[in-house]
């Protein structure tokens, strides 16, 4: 392969995903040209509407559609997505490579910690499950729905109390020193994937995936099939409250699973452990550990309400 043709989204955020992507590639690869393709997408356009509105218009996922299709037209080579912006179904054609070693899966509380947040306090998100945890932590919390990239959410702190974001995002922005607080991941496990990237190429694409093979982590690999197995199981996607993070200790894949009502007001939590040899056999398993606890009707009221 001469050249190899590299897409993702606009943002800052993107762009800093695929230099960190890159990186390792362009040290064994020295004389490997590389070119960068940005790829609009239509939550990008529209900061405006509910994303599942946006995404049920374009006919995909409001962040990664766009990127698709260019990939499926040939026109680039490879994409680098945040992870938990993916669909849990792959479209025909395309693989999902093994993803490098994750960053930081918190979510970052920034503008105050939680404990001193005021009585309330208006919170600034655009996630589901973000929004129930919140409640179901602090009721009395006011969440108010903000879309954009990370410096305009951390702007909005101008008329809001706090925001919510990756940890993941800050760091990778050099943005630390925003942080308040790192919420702790038993009361608040993150989206599926989060703080992975998502490599997505074309299954026939035999040149890139053998230049790519090095790039993966299989620890972060087996974690992130477990947790988005799991959501693929429960039929969720953005607009529902779940919450899932995996992680492999001495050789076992343990994964805790959540389920939280739209309104906060009740939580359903299951874990279970496995091989990460068969990560998605752990996934289904704490799905189906959930529905035994009834979270489908947790499930189809968040769908409702979105």
Known sequence: MVE??????????????????????????????I?????????????????????????????????????????VDVIVHSLKDLPTENPDGLVLLPPPPR????????????GALPAGARVG??????????????????PERIRGNVPTRLARLKNLDAV?????????LGRDADIAELLPLEQFPPSPG???LGIQVRADNAPAR???????????????????????ELHGGCSVPVGAFATTVDGILTLHGQ???VDGTRQIEAHSSGTPAHPEKLGIAVAGLLLDQNAESLLHEARHSA
């Open 210 to 232: 053998e230049l790519l093979a090095g790039t993966g982590d299989p620890d972060t690999d087996a974690a992130v099939r477990a947790e988005r197995a799991m959501l693929a």
């Open 164 to 172: 919510v974001l990756a940890a993941a995002g800050l760091r990778r």
């Open 35 to 75: 070119r960068h393709r940005v790829i609009l997408e239509d939550g990008d356009l529209d900061r405006k509407a509910a994303l599942r509105e946006v995404s049920e218009r374009g006919g995909g996922s409001a962040f990664s559609t766009n990127q698709v299709t260019a990939l499926l037209n040939r026109e």
């Open 125 to 142: 998100t655009s996630a589901a499950r973000r929004i129930a945890q919140l409640l179901h932590a602090r009721p009395d919390l006011r």
């Open 103 to 114: 960053a930081d899966v918190r979510d970052a509380l920034c503008g105050a910690t939680l």
């Open 259 to 261: 389920v939280t009502s």
């Open 4 to 33: 190899l043709v590299v897409g993702s989204r606009a943002s800052q955020l993107a762009r800093a995903q695929v230099r960190e992507f890159l990186a390792p590639v362009r040290e064994r690869f020295p004389d490997l040209v």
């Open 194 to 196: 989060q703080g992975a």
